[in-house]
Antibody, heavy 123, light 105 residues
């Protein structure tokens, strides 16, 4: 069974940094492409970025709106996905989800989701 | 980025109703379109991918159609578990979502 468990959320002051983790199990993480999505309270979903598997060049693609403040990485030895968030602003307050990305050619995209972790940016 | 516009934002319906939600893309996305269902306080769940393919385990009362720039999600006979928010999402370009449609009683 695919399991994705996010952690690392919490309260942070504007301008601060936070690193989210996503522990993956139940599938071949090494071969998986992964994504981060967030959702502010009462709002829609916002895609943040995607990281390919190392065998598929490990390329990372980000949403343009992030302006370079966020970075995605992975540790295949521990089956963990990361989201480093810097220069946090109040508008970054949201629930952050990690997701798997479906196999290339399957047509599936964000097919499994974690339960999310809440990040609150406030002074 | 490709803009996705869902309508309506809110839909009031009753059990047994046929419900249709529309999603329009600002440019063609082929069939690189997915629908997700989200219950309050829960993570979204993949419902339909490739515009019309039902995810395993999704009841057949759900169906998706469309290609290019116009897509629809239809629930043929609304059930109590279906009162939720539905999101469309394209993955032809950098991924973007519609703003969501809340289906309420």
């Amino acid at each position: 069974e695919v399991q994705l468990v996010e952690s690392g959320g919490g309260l942070v002051k504007p301008g601060g940094s936070l690193r989210l983790s996503c522990a993956a199990s139940g599938f071949s993480f090494t071969n998986a492409w992964m994504s981060w999505v967030r959702q502010a309270a009462g709002k829609g979903l916002e895609w943040l970025g995607r990281i390919k598997s190392k065998s598929a060049d490990g390329a990372i693609d980000y949403a343009a709106a992030l302006q370079g403040r966020f970075s995605i990485s992975r540790d295949d030895s521990t089956n963990t996905l990361f989201l480093q968030m810097d220069s946090l602003q109040t508008e970054d307050t949201a629930v952050y989800y990690c997701t798997t990305v479906g196999l290339a050619g399957s047509g599936r995209d964000l097919d499994y989701w974690g339960q999310g972790t809440l990040v609150t940016v406030s002074s | 980025d490709i803009q996705m516009t869902q309508s309506p934002s809110t839909l009031s319906a009753s059990v047994g109703d046929r419900v249709t939600i529309t999603c329009r893309a600002s440019q063609s996305v082929g069939t690189s379109l997915a629908w997700y269902q989200q219950n309050p306080g829960k993570a979204p769940k993949l419902l339909i991918y490739k515009a019309s393919t039902l995810e395993t385990g999704v009841p057949p009362r759900f169906s998706g159609s469309g290609s290019g720039t116009e897509f629809t999600l239809t629930i043929s006979s609304l059930q109590p578990d279906d009162f939720a928010t539905y999101h469309c999402q394209q993955h032809f370009g950098r991924r973007t979502f519609g703003q969501g449609t809340k289906v309420e009683i």
